[in-house]
């Protein structure tokens, strides 16, 4: 079967393309997602349940469990179930841990990353999506939609795509020399996952194209240029811009870019 491809125009006039990941890479994604959760409910019933035997001394067998820890239990397994797929695609850029195993993650279909509404949005609507059971409402629409989506990605704006990433090259690149002389590491700089999550695919090109031109302008240029960026990008991360030399500037924007390159650099 030939894989599917879709172009998006960013608001930034990018074009990009993207694979789109089908109903059997979604499927198998969505089962290893199930297994894990599946494992996490059945401590928590025993957690609650041994719980209820040492805090009810009268109640000392299974069958006698009260309603109040039967539906203590209900409200958690529903806040894991659904919460896991929320907080996780959410905090690691639209992937779960089996959509990671599987090499997909959800996209805005601007081709930006992942927002926190969207996120919540697709997965409150996956209740709907499940019915009436086994995903099948979900299945359907992903499988006669031209786009593979179900009603969670229609509502919400976003799309499910194939990721691979970039192939390593053995030879170093110029930037690459230039951050292991400066003895620059990504542990320069904390940024809490909150604050990070507000640099998507916009910021990683800009920083991307930052500094792959960075050793090739001229000075002025490169002074306007690292002014510029600096002035976009740090206060998205709280960094104050006033105060600083030019080189510290570079500095801090090369440190952005090792932290954002582990997860944004691949191909899609």
Known sequence: MTQEQIDIRTPEYVSLQFQIAGLGSRAAALIIDQLILMVVSMIVILGLFFVGTEVNLAMMYFQDISSLSFAI??????????????????FSGGRTIGKKILAIRVIQENGHSLTLLSSLIRNLLRIIDSLPSSYLIGIIMIFFHPKHK??????????????????KSNRTSKIEKEIELRGISQNDIIIDEWTLKTLGTKEWNLLKTYSNRLLELPVMERKQLTKQMATILFPKVGIDVANKSNEDLENILLVLYLILKDDWEFEL
Do not use: C, S
């Not at 179900?150 to 192939?167: F, S, Y």
């Open 150 to 167: 179900r009603l969670g990605d229609l509502v919400a704006g976003t799309i499910v795509v194939h990721e691979r990433k970039a192939k």
């Open 73 to 90: 239990a209900i409200i958690l397994l529903f806040i894991i179930n659904w919460g896991y797929f929320f907080v996780v695609e959410y």
